[in-house]
């Protein structure tokens, strides 16, 4: 989770021009692939969303016990930790945080042995940016709408873009 500042206008590297990110929707992104994490974040960050991203489940583990996150983003195989593991550790702990799985398989076996362990909704890849975009707001929709409270961030667009890149 390291932060860079441009040398030239102090301003943080990773931060999109004219953007205000809603402090109340924070969004974890991990996974090992660091061109796929890099997008994920840009993406959602540019979209309005406070982000961070770590390379594996282990970082992952280490940035939940720092900062309250409103969802986690995660591949599940991934070395060290991977995202059925942090879901069990997320569970063991109390903590009722949404999770959206973007993987490769879906780790149908997984689920049908742990029952408890389901993700919001998992995103096989390569997924859209709509995709990702759209799953992140239904998630964090029905997250506060459970809460009483309804808070997209400030920069949601009406309709979703028309850019259909696959990641």
Do not use: C
Request: net charge negative.
């Amino acid at each position: 989770m390291t932060v860079q500042k441009n040398s030239e206008t102090g301003e943080l590297a990773d931060a999109p021009p004219n953007r205000e990110p809603n402090p109340r929707q924070r969004i974890l992104v991990v996974d090992d692939d660091p061109a796929i994490r890099s997008i994920n974040r840009e993406v959602l960050t540019y979209s309005g969303y406070v982000v961070d991203a770590v390379p594996d489940g282990e970082a992952a583990w280490d940035a939940l016990q720092l900062i309250d996150y409103d969802l986690m983003v995660t591949d599940n195989d991934m070395p060290k930790v991977t995202g059925i593991e942090l879901i069990q550790k997320l569970q063991a702990t109390g903590r009722a945080m949404p999770v959206i799985m973007a993987t490769g398989a879906s780790p149908d076996e997984e689920f049908a042995r742990h029952q408890l362990i389901q993700p919001a909704i998992t995103l096989l890849k390569p997924y859209t940016f709509d995709e990702l975009l759209t799953a992140v707001k239904m998630v964090l929709r029905a997250a506060s709408d459970s809460l009483g409270e309804m808070a997209p961030p400030p920069n949601w667009p009406a309709q979703p873009p028309t850019d259909h890149s696959r990641l």
